[in-house]
């Protein structure tokens, strides 16, 4: 009787665990408070940034890379580095309910509290979906994380070192005094070639909302503040009132103009994305069926197999998820 209460309490854990990304207690092994590698931490002094500044998130599926942007001693974030991403599963577009496999899109922010340092996927951190606007739209899902290996059920893969390297940066800024670190994820590099190609996906209107505190971070290489009101997202507004209380009601009246700059480069890409379908110069856009891959990870898994792929993202060679799947999706944007 015993024997078969462990296997079903078995069983019943493999179930959660593959629910979605979840987080289970290893043993830490000191993993969690390694040091910033040297080469990081030099590369930061050479761009004027500390080891306790801030820092901003930036996550690309159709790329499968992810961003670390860091503050520098002038005031605005830099790229830090890039990291490619061995594992996202779902298609382009924002997560709505557990169990779809989609890895979320939009504005997140992470405190101390979300880092993971007993994560089953080495490390992790929580992005704390659903945020307040997905709440209210009644979207649901929990324990969605970045984390280490090449695994990803709605979540985001990065390999052990990548995302070893990423938690070390987040704690350091963290306990230098950053409240939160903002995480932006976003189907794809916000181009008006990629916001052409994707003029008819159904989701283009909810990336168009994206793209707005897209540019203002490309164009002012500063945090955007995030509000909520009408069902979507609203990007450095000051509102009558203060804050809208709930994310679906009307936007109060704003009490401040968009930023000069960014609305010319808001009305630069929209023209330059008009000629591009006028033109018909616009190339079609991919289909995932389950998820991505970056393409250096993707040789490595046509060329040797699923078990050096997993040899080279996961300390514990964690196996890869779905390799199929990877490999009949699309790997290179311009194709």
């Given at each position: 009787?015993?024997?078969?209460?462990?296997?079903?309490?078995?069983?019943?854990?493999?179930?959660?665990?593959?629910?979605?990304?979840?987080?289970?207690?290893?043993?830490?092994?000191?993993?969690?408070?390694?040091?910033?590698?040297?080469?990081?931490?030099?590369?930061?002094?050479?761009?004027?940034?500390?080891?306790?500044?801030?820092?901003?998130?930036?996550?690309?599926?159709?790329?499968?890379?992810?961003?670390?942007?860091?503050?520098?001693?002038?005031?605005?974030?830099?790229?830090?580095?890039?990291?490619?991403?061995?594992?996202?599963?779902?298609?382009?577009?924002?997560?709505?309910?557990?169990?779809?496999?989609?890895?979320?899109?939009?504005?997140?922010?992470?405190?101390?509290?979300?880092?993971?340092?007993?994560?089953?996927?080495?490390?992790?951190?929580?992005?704390?979906?659903?945020?307040k606007l997905e709440a209210a739209l009644g979207y649901s899902g929990e324990a969605l994380m970045v984390h280490g290996a090449c695994s990803s059920s709605g979540c985001y893969a990065l390999t052990d070192e990548g995302v070893g390297e990423i938690y070390a940066v987040a704690r350091e800024a963290l306990k230098g005094g950053q409240g939160s670190f903002q995480v932006q994820a976003f189907p794809f590099r916000m181009t008006p070639q990629n916001m052409a190609?994707?003029?008819?996906?159904?989701?283009?209107?909810?990336?168009?909302?994206?793209?707005?505190?897209?540019?203002?971070?490309?164009?002012?290489?500063?945090?955007?503040?995030?509000?909520?009101?009408?069902?979507?997202?609203?990007?450095?507004?000051?509102?009558?009132?203060?804050?809208?209380?709930?994310?679906?009601?009307?936007?109060?009246?704003?009490?401040?103009?968009?930023?000069?700059?960014?609305?010319?480069?808001?009305?630069?890409?929209?023209?330059?994305?008009?000629?591009?379908?006028?033109?018909?110069?616009?190339?079609?856009?991919?289909?995932?069926?389950?998820?991505?891959?970056?393409?250096?990870?993707?040789?490595?898994?046509?060329?040797?197999?699923?078990?050096?792929?997993?040899?080279?993202?996961?300390?514990?060679?964690?196996?890869?998820?779905?390799?199929?799947?990877?490999?009949?999706?699309?790997?290179?944007?311009?194709?």
């Open positions: 009787m015993m024997l078969t209460a462990a296997r079903m309490g078995g069983i019943a854990a493999l179930a959660l665990l593959l629910s979605a990304c979840v987080s289970t207690v290893l043993d830490v092994d000191g993993k969690a408070t390694q040091h910033i590698p040297a080469k990081l931490v030099a590369e930061m002094s050479r761009k004027s940034m500390s080891p306790s500044a801030p820092i901003l998130v930036r996550i690309f599926k159709q790329e499968s890379e992810l961003e670390i942007w860091k503050r520098d001693r002038g005031g605005r974030f830099a790229l830090l580095k890039t990291y490619p991403m061995c594992r996202w599963s779902g298609k382009l577009g924002p997560k709505k309910e557990n169990g779809d496999r989609q890895a979320p899109e939009g504005f997140y922010h992470v405190s101390a509290g979300m880092l993971n340092p007993k994560s089953q996927y080495y490390l992790s951190f929580n992005l704390g979906y659903p945020n190609k994707n003029r008819n996906d159904p989701n283009f209107a909810f990336w168009s909302d994206l793209k707005q505190g897209y540019d203002i971070f490309e164009v002012t290489r500063r945090q955007p503040k995030v509000s909520y009101c009408e069902g979507r997202y609203v990007f450095d507004r000051e509102f009558d009132g203060g804050e809208p209380q709930s994310a679906l009601a009307a936007c109060p009246p704003a009490l401040n103009a968009d930023d000069p700059l960014v609305a010319a480069r808001q009305q630069s890409d929209r023209l330059a994305t008009d000629n591009l379908l006028s033109t018909g110069s616009a190339f079609s856009a991919h289909a995932y069926a389950d998820g991505g891959m970056h393409p250096s990870f993707r040789k490595l898994l046509e060329r040797s197999g699923e078990s050096a792929l997993a040899k080279r993202t996961s300390l514990t060679s964690v196996p890869i998820s779905r390799p199929d799947a990877a490999l009949a999706d699309p790997h290179s944007p311009d194709e």
